[in-house]
């Protein structure tokens, strides 16, 4: 391990004691005035842009020895391990291992440039040369350079430096015969990890035909739907993209479906229930789901349960009789036409029983309505409950917090009828 205390390194060890001392010891006088507090936060943030560019020159120093070689692992997986975060341990390895960018280090040893603003600077210089038809000269990499550079200074954001790069770059694609990035499919990324509490992070780079692919599709299924009693969304936009994203994955898995249920038995989604132990029920990726998704999912046509023993042995795989049949959701489309909440087309709908197939709930008619993704999970995960009425019609329990005395609503088909309450 280098010892930073050692002179030749970085600091002596006293005068890194005497740093520390000083920084345990600040404090700020009650009498503070404006001005003095603004002066010192200046102080702080310059100290801390030097230290960033300490951190990110260390970093490529780290890269340039191989230190993480013999362990097989990244120069950034070894900053996560002494604590950095994620984000900042990528932006540190770009800028720490970015060559020929003079015009950028000039600024971060002085600390007037903050390390997301740096490393939005390599980001761009990056791009444009990607656009480029013909190598970029060391002269018009300056020009690049100092350009991104300004942006900064002025004060611009990392969003707006790349988005600067990015008309650079188109610029010079359409001067060398290049291909501009929006039409780029080359460069499209997507990329998701796990995250620590379950969930899943994505994050997408698209050229402008992708997105505008997903774009239209999103935006098309996530218009706000008003509730049973003619009261608001109460879903914030972005849940609704969400929903509308689990829709179009759902869309999609039913057609590949389609396709090559013949040729071959890979794909979709898998959840394995144990059969003594259902509460430990698992995705095959995301790992362990509760109850309450377990039951949600068995009514999903594009989730394949597996029911196995305590040493994992399959005992089942209930697909037979767990999904409704062809002909049933016919029957199911006949009588609910739509949603039967929000009345979203029947297409985009799962056949819902009413109690869980994992509950040992029948895939019958009486225990079966349409529900499209969102109102899935009202249902499941909002208060929400279906209840099959006297008429053998799906009706709707609202939550408290929606209607105190939870009275029923009918289906969404039916709600222009004058229906006997008695019902």
Known sequence: MIDVTAPSVFLSAELYANLIAQLDDRTYSPDLTSREAFAAMQQLITLRNKV??????????FD????????????RQLLITMGIAPAVAGRLVR??????????????????IFLDHADAVVLGLGHIESRAGEPVTPEERRDHTRALVS??????????????ARQLGNLLADDTDGKPAAED??????????????????????????????????????????????????????RRRADA???????????????TVSCKPTGGVLLTIPADTPKLSALEFMGSVTPATAKALGCDASVTVVIVDGDQVPLNVGREKR???????????????????CGAAASRTQAHHLVSWVDGGPTDLDNGCLLCTACHHDVHDRGWDVVMGFDRHPWLIPPAGVDPRRRPLPAYNRRTLHLDDAA
């Open 245 to 259: 994203f689990e829709t179009v994955l759902e869309l999609a898995e039913r057609g590949l479906a389609d396709e």
């Open 64 to 75: 340039r020895l191989k230190m993480t070689a013999p362990q097989g692992r990244s120069v």
């Open 151 to 164: 942006q900064a200074l002025a004060g611009m954001s990392p969003a707006e430096i790349g988005k600067h």
């Open 52 to 61: 960033d560019h300490l951190a990110a020159t260390l970093t490529g120093e």
């Open 323 to 341: 999904l409704f049949t062809p002909a049933q959701r016919k029957a199911l489309l006949l009588r609910d036409e739509c949603c039967i909440k």
């Open 95 to 112: 800028i720490g291992t970015a060559t020929d960018i003079d015009g950028l280090r000039r600024h971060t040893v002085d600390g007037a």
């Open 185 to 238: 499919k080359t460069v499209n990324e997507l990329g998701y990890h796990k995250t620590s509490d379950g969930r899943l992070d994505v994050r997408a780079n698209l050229d402008a035909v992708a997105g505008e692919k997903l774009h239209s599709l999103v935006e098309s299924l996530s218009a706000p739907k008003p509730q049973p009693d003619g009261s608001l969304d109460p879903r914030p936009a972005d």
